[in-house]
């Protein structure tokens, strides 16, 4: 019968005043062994009873989390051996964990994220392959910053909650500011937690539920563009300026379908029979079916049923706003972002806060202001859930107000 637990050999005290943590292992009266775990605490930090770091301690959760798991593989390398009809030796315990520990002690939290990503390269699109590189690169920044080396038995809770402030107050983004906006903190935790699963999946750590590991929101304001703004869009004669009209029929293509940049920017004659344009999103694969609007249908017969070239979205993000100053469409439009704790209200001119995503954004908006039933919508955006769909809809309160009066109106009528 063996046994196994964890020790804190107080006897070899270091000049720190730090103590050896071991893995006592035992097979019968006489064999016993000590596994060194390689992490050290103080013996006042250490509860003897329950056989690990007391919470007090600064690290607890990361030292815990490592040296149980060593304990578990043990106890796996022994119990599958008994299922053998093996005898679990002292050696034949130390060899296969030798064996074991050789295969994760080689891949460190940068190889793990390399082969993480190589693995779901195959499955997901360029644009969430950028994402999962982008969490590389940040828990690399982390890492630096806190000039702490890391190993995936690292990302536990007490590191969840000091990435999650990494990210907010110390990651410089594009745009020279620090911090990122709590949308982008939540994509990376998402992306972490996928990381981590596919990790215990391969059993490089423990199982975990990941429930502390929760993903930060914040209410979007963002701008969408009307139907009146979209009719001022339309009016301009760009004949002078190629460049600019071909960014201007792309950006009404997008707030008539109410596809992302990377499908409307693709689209093609193909894709287009009866009325409908019929196409498969890089997102998810799935395919969607757009009902296609007279506005639509001008902007496509213009252009000979062949969709506008743009290099990419950064050019296209670049012109539109040029092409909506031109169009009017300059009203003060204001928000609060928070980048971690620090919350600032920023006031531009609209045309400045638009981009590709405003298209998708102002499809849905103006679909539900028509009064289209949300589960239309969704089937026509592709949106999974009505929470992501809802995310998407911006009225302000006037509007809001606006809408509600005049089917009060419609409801009298019909009495």
């Not at 296609?292 to 539109?320: A, T, W």
Request: overall charge positive; charged content about 30%.
């Amino acid at each position: 019968m063996h046994r196994i637990k964890l020790i804190l050999k107080k006897g070899n005290l270091s000049k720190d005043g730090t103590a050896p943590i071991y893995i006592e292992y035992m097979l019968g009266r006489g064999q016993r062994t000590w596994i060194k775990t390689g992490k050290r605490v103080n013996p006042e930090d250490w509860n003897n009873a329950k056989g690990e770091v007391k919470r007090s301690h600064s690290d607890s959760g990361s030292i815990n989390q490592f040296v149980k798991g060593v304990k578990r593989q043990i106890e796996t390398i022994a119990d599958d051996a008994v299922l053998r009809g093996e005898i679990p030796t002292i050696d034949l315990v130390k060899s296969r964990l030798a064996k074991d520990s050789g295969k994760s002690t080689q891949l460190n939290l940068n190889e793990l994220l390399d082969e993480w990503i190589s693995y779901r390269e195959d499955a997901v699109t360029k644009d969430v392959i950028k994402d999962y590189k982008a969490l590389r690169k940040h828990l690399n920044g982390y890492s630096d910053t806190r000039n702490r080396k890391l190993s995936v038995l690292d990302l536990n809770e007490r590191f969840y909650e000091d990435f999650v402030k990494y990210l907010g107050n110390d990651v410089i983004h594009s745009q020279g500011k620090r911090g990122l906006m709590k949308s982008s903190i939540g994509k990376q935790i998402k992306n972490l937690k996928s990381f981590l699963r596919y990790c215990m999946r391969q059993e490089y750590i423990p199982k975990d539920d990941l429930v502390g590991f929760k993903k930060p929101t914040d209410s979007s304001d963002a701008v969408y563009v009307n139907y009146k703004e979209l009719d001022l869009l339309t009016d301009l004669d760009f004949a002078d300026n190629p460049k600019l009209d071909i960014v201007r029929d792309l950006f009404i293509i997008g707030c008539e379908t109410g596809l992302r940049f990377s499908d409307f920017s693709k689209l093609n004659i193909d894709h287009i029979s009866d009325g409908l344009i019929r196409k498969p999103v890089r997102k998810t694969g799935k395919k969607v079916v757009i009902p296609i609007s007279k506005r639509l249908q001008r902007v496509l017969d213009k252009n000979g049923m062949k969709i506008p070239d743009c290099p990419n979205s950064l050019y296209f993000n670049e012109r539109i706003k040029e092409v909506c100053k031109l169009a009017g469409i300059d009203s003060q439009f204001s928000r609060i972002i928070q980048r971690g704790n620090r919350k600032e209200e920023v006031s531009v001119p609209k045309y400045e806060a638009i981009a590709s995503h405003t298209c998708r954004r102002s499809f849905c908006t103006n679909q539900f202001l028509k009064g289209m039933p949300a589960l239309l919508i969704r089937k026509i955006s592709g949106h999974a859930t009505e929470k992501a769909f809802l995310q998407y809809i911006k009225i302000d309160e006037e509007k809001a107000a606006e809408e509600m009066a005049k089917r009060w109106i419609a409801l009298d009528n019909r009495g």
